[in-house]
């Protein structure tokens, strides 16, 4: 993707007459140690989650069910990503700012993270962000 930091995952789902059923290993299937799982779902209409930054946490962002839309910024480019797919996944390094909306009814979000939840490695202000990325690039 035309945007640093970013990269979709095609999953192998191991299908059979039952269904499917997809199976993640870290640092086998995503390219970290997978630390923590958390998912949204029953998402209010209209809601807009994320707009914030990461200084070290990398994720991997998977719409098991429903859609939703992914707003990805650099602090150069910023691109947009339709997540509906069970077998795609998003991955988000560090230093992207993220904003996540149009969720449809029933959508439930799983990400999978590098590192447990630490509130000091979020960057919440947008001018903060653009402030620390070119921090980084100097
Ligand atoms: C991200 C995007 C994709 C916890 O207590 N533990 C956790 O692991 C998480 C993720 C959240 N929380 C608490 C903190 C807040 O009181 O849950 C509440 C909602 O979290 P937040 O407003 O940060 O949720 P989102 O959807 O805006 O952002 C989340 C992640 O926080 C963030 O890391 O990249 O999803």
Known sequence: ???????????????????????LEGMISVPFDIKRVYYMYDTAFGARRGRHAHKNLQ???ICVSGSCKVLLDDGTKKIIVNLNRPDEGL???N????????FSSGTVLMV??????DESDYIRDYNEFLAFVKRGNE
Request: charged content about 20%.
């Open 112 to 117: 999978l993270a590098s590192d447990i939840y």
């Open 95 to 102: 230093n992207v700012w993220r904003e996540m909306y149009d």
């Open 91 to 93: 991955y988000i390094a």
């Open 59 to 61: 994720q991997i962002l």
């Open 1 to 23: 993707m035309d945007i640093s930091g970013i990269k979709m995952y095609q999953f192998n789902p191991h299908g059979d007459d039952r269904g499917q059923l997809i199976a």
